[in-house]
């Protein structure tokens, strides 16, 4: 049974990139049948989509983000990652990374997440 | 962006009731909505895909219904464990969106 795992840096500085590595335990991310995601939910707050890679190197970026945002595909290490450049005080959240289909046709959202980390962004 | 506007955002109830959440898109999403239920601390877990569909799993207390800009969540009949925060989530296009959350707290 495939599980996520989220890790990176729980602290990191304004102005600097939150880099964080999402790791497939127990199966394998090279599937044509999802993209992998990550959403980040700040303190007390709701769910922001951030974007998501599809193991070819297919990308969706959210257009809020997408300037800022990188996201990569390591088949090799079954992981994914995120680098977010720039950051502020506002990007301080818990970071998920995720499952969804790559074609949501027939069934569709988030059906396998991380524990998430929390990401602080402080001097 | 397709928006996405929950009600309420809080709601009280007691072990036994019928609630409902509502969702609204901003344009039209047909069926593409997925709702999930987060605990303090945890991530969100799928209750419902494609509107109306129970993720494997799921108890058949909770149903989904709706099509186009308008729709619902039910809990037929609340269990102990089921006070959580409630998201929809609209997937007919990018970027994927959330709603703000309903918050179901025990009377």
């Known amino acids: 049974q495939l599980q996520l795992q989220e890790s990176g840096p729980g602290l990191v500085k304004p102005s600097e990139t939150l880099s964080l590595t999402c790791t497939g335990s127990?199966?394998?991310?090279?599937?044509?049948?999802?993209?992998w995601g990550w959403i980040r939910q700040p303190p007390g707050k709701g769910l922001e989509w951030i974007g998501s890679i599809h193991y070819s190197g297919i990308t969706q970026y959210n257009p809020s983000l997408k300037s800022r945002v990188v996201i990569s595909v390591d088949t090799s290490t079954n992981q994914f990652s995120l680098r977010l450049s720039s950051v502020t005080a506002a990007d301080t959240a818990v970071y998920y990374c995720?499952?969804?289909?790559?074609?949501?046709?027939?069934?569709?959202?988030?059906?396998?997440w991380g524990q998430g980390t929390l990401v602080t962004v402080s001097s | 962006d397709i928006q996405m506007t929950q009600s309420p955002s809080a709601l009280s109830a007691s072990v036994g009731d019928r609630v409902t959440i509502t969702c609204r898109a901003s344009q039209s999403i047909s069926s593409w909505l997925a709702w999930y239920q987060q605990k303090p601390g945890k991530a969100p877990k799928l209750l419902i895909y494609k509107a109306s569909s129970l993720e494997s799993g799921v108890p058949s207390r909770f149903s989904g219904s709706g099509f186009g800009t308008e729709f619902t969540l039910t809990i037929s009949s609340l269990q102990p464990d089921d006070f959580a925060t409630f998201y929809c989530?609209?997937?007919?296009?990018?970027?994927?969106?959330f709603g703000q959350g309903t918050k179901l707290e025990i009377k």
């Open positions: 127990g199966g394998s991310i090279s599937t044509i049948d999802y993209y």
């Open positions: 995720a499952r969804h289909l790559f074609s949501e046709a027939a069934r569709g959202g988030f059906n396998l």
């Open positions: 989530q609209q997937y007919g296009s990018y970027p994927r969106t």
